[in-house]
């Protein structure tokens, strides 16, 4: 099975902060990956697809690269509403797997 | 509009079984696959099992094979999962996500609220 690693696992930044969330896959998933945004008590969110294509409604502020084994969700400017905790999944087998998350704290 | 709703979660004890339902709307439930994802308290996700549109290809993390059955029924637009022999580690909150593709699983676009299973004794 192919085991997704994020890191850092929690990360402090302040309003306005660029913020880079990396995620590596033990083997390659190709583009087969996604983001998610999950905020307390509430079901993720889908931010990002196919490595690199925001999904509808998505703030162009979030965006996505990689391919292979490593990825990266960059925040260009982060906003109150980002503090949250974000989540890659790989899709490239039938086993999915999610990374462990990254929180975004203040 | 999309909505999940799941049901069927509670206390259970280990050893027991227990069937969660979700109920779909405001899309064509036949055409796309389903999955069941859980978190347990504090933790991240896991994805569970995932079933295609059709019903006929279902594939399960290796935590749950041989314990949990997921099912569906497109007449009634409801997604199941069957999960027997529970363990504590079982204890999550298990979450209905509907995925973009049909036959082939892959990522999810909308999610239920949750239901929480706990297995205790």
């Known amino acids: 099975d192919i085991q997704m690693t994020q890191s850092p696992s929690t990360l402090s930044a302040s309003v306005g902060d660029r913020v880079t969330i990396t995620c590596r896959a033990s083997h390659s998933v190709n583009t087969w990956l996604a983001w998610y945004q999950q905020k307390p008590g509430k079901a993720p969110n889908l931010l990002i697809y196919q490595a690199s294509i925001l999904e509808t409604g998505v703030p162009s502020r979030f965006s996505g690269s990689g391919s292979g084994t490593e990825f990266t969700l960059t925040i260009s400017s982060l906003q109150p509403d980002d503090f949250a905790t974000y989540y890659c999944q790989q899709y490239n087998t039938y086993s999915l797997a999610f990374g462990g998350g990254t929180k975004v704290e203040i | 509009e999309v909505q999940l709703l799941e049901s069927g979660g509670g206390l259970v004890q280990p050893g027991g079984s227990l069937r969660l339902s979700c109920a779909a709307s405001?899309?064509?439930?036949?055409?796309?696959?389903m999955s069941w994802v859980r978190q347990a308290p504090g933790r991240g996700l896991e994805w569970v099992s995932a079933i295609s549109g059709s019903g006929g290809s279902t594939h399960y993390a290796d935590s749950v094979k041989g314990r949990f059955t997921i099912s569906r029924d497109n007449s009634k637009s409801t997604l199941y999962l069957q999960m027997n022999s529970l363990r504590a580690e079982d204890t999550a909150v298990y979450y209905c996500?509907?995925?973009?593709?049909?036959?082939?699983?892959?990522?999810?676009?909308?999610w239920g609220q949750g239901t929480l299973v706990t297995a205790s004794s």
């Open positions: 996500a509907k995925d973009r593709s049909f036959g082939v699983v892959t990522y999810f676009d909308f």
């Open positions: 405001g899309f064509t439930f036949s055409s796309y696959a």
